[in-house]
């Protein structure tokens, strides 16, 4: 089954603190991953494929491929990081698979 | 460049009507694709739309359906509208296959069944 988890519905995190938001996924083959975010009254947006190994915002994310995750981590949190994220997977069938979100809170 | 548009924002039915909701990729994309959003099940997708043609489905009842016309537009259509169907409608446009480039996301079609 091709499937993604975000265990935390909410975390709370104080500005300047590091943030990780767990995303573990289940697929078998070499999976591709995306995060998504929706800050408040915006549209949801791509913040990062794991293809391009790319920085957004402070924002990283690696894959390990052994314990089936996908975190997105940013050493400091920003106020203007609060926001709804999304973690994704592209399936076998080219549909991409959502996880349930993870609202990220920075609490001042 | 314009993004993606839905229309309209906001619309209020009567269960057991129809509903087409519409939406216009960003220029050259050619992927449309349409997601269920809710609170309790969050993003579901509804199906893909390629070059005119059905190229992917999820797993919806019959009673949703979808179309793209040759300059990309899409819409979708939900007859015999139930109660469970009210939730926020995303349209998102890809370049191609949507792994390749992500999505392009609309800001959605709020549908509320009474």
């Known amino acids: 089954a091709q499937r993604v988890t975000q265990p935390e519905k909410l975390l709370s995190v104080f500005k300047g603190a590091p943030v990780e938001l767990k995303c573990n996924y289940s697929?078998?083959?070499?999976?591709?991953l995306f995060w998504y975010v929706q800050y408040s009254r915006q549209r949801l947006q791509l913040l990062l494929r794991h293809i391009s190994r790319e920085s957004i915002k402070g924002f990283t994310a690696d894959l390990n491929k052994g314990e089936t995750s996908f975190h997105l981590k940013k050493p400091f949190a920003q106020e203007e990081d609060s926001a709804m994220y999304y973690c994704a997977l592209l399936g076998m069938d080219d549909k991409i698979i959502f996880g349930k979100g993870t609202r990220l809170h920075i609490l001042p | 460049k314009a993004g993606v548009t839905q229309t309209p924002r906001y619309l209020i039915k009567t269960r057991g009507q129809q509903v087409t909701l519409s939406c216009s990729p960003i220029?050259?994309?050619?992927?449309v694709s349409w997601y269920q959003q809710t609170p309790g099940q969050g993003l579901q997708f509804l199906f893909e739309y390629f070059s005119e043609t059905q190229r992917n489905k999820g797993n919806f009842p019959g009673r949703f359906s979808g179309r793209q016309f040759s300059n990309s537009r899409s819409e979708m259509n939900v007859s015999t509208l139930e109660l469970g169907d009210s939730a926020l409608y995303l349209c998102?446009?890809?370049?191609?296959?949507?792994?390749?480039?992500?999505?392009?996301f609309g800001s959605g079609t709020r549908l509320t069944v009474v």
């Open positions: 697929y078998s083959g070499s999976p591709e």
């Open positions: 998102a446009s890809s370049l191609g296959g949507a792994g390749n480039y992500g999505y392009t």
């Open positions: 220029s050259g994309h050619r992927s």
